[in-house]
């Protein structure tokens, strides 16, 4: 099992910045990637963005050039820095880490980003 602590999440107007982080506990061996995802309000949850153990990154086309994700490999944590926030940012963001085998879910973390 592998668990995922996320913080960084809150409110901010359009135009500002957020970092949100997810640090990994337990079983983290054979990762293949971490990575952000979103749910926004009656909206189905999508990739934001996505960092593999290579180094390799991807990005949603509606965040390329805004965010950027980046991981620490000694503190298995992985950042979504976010700038230039729209409202349309707006949404629920869940950790997410990829293993051979297996997926894992963080808890979620709310950003809300008002106009």
């Known amino acids: 099992q592998v668990q995922l602590v996320e913080s960084g999440g809150g409110l901010v107007q359009a135009g500002g910045a957020l970092r949100l982080s997810c640090t990994a506990s337990?079983?983290?061996?054979?990762?293949?990637?971490m990575g952000w995802h979103r749910q926004a309000p009656g909206k189905q949850r999508e990739l934001a963005a996505r960092?593999?153990?290579?180094?390799?990154?991807k990005y949603a086309d509606s965040v390329k050039g805004r965010f950027t994700i980046s991981s620490d490999s000694a503190e298995n944590t992985v950042y979504l820095q976010m700038n230039s926030l729209k409202p349309e940012d707006t949404a629920v963001y869940y950790c997410?880490?990829?293993?051979?085998?297996?997926?894992?879910w963080g808890q979620g973390t709310q950003v809300i980003v008002s106009s």
């Open positions: 960092i593999f153990s290579d180094g390799r990154t």
């Open positions: 337990g079983n983290i061996s054979s990762i293949v990637a």
């Open positions: 997410n880490v990829l293993k051979l085998s297996a997926s894992y």
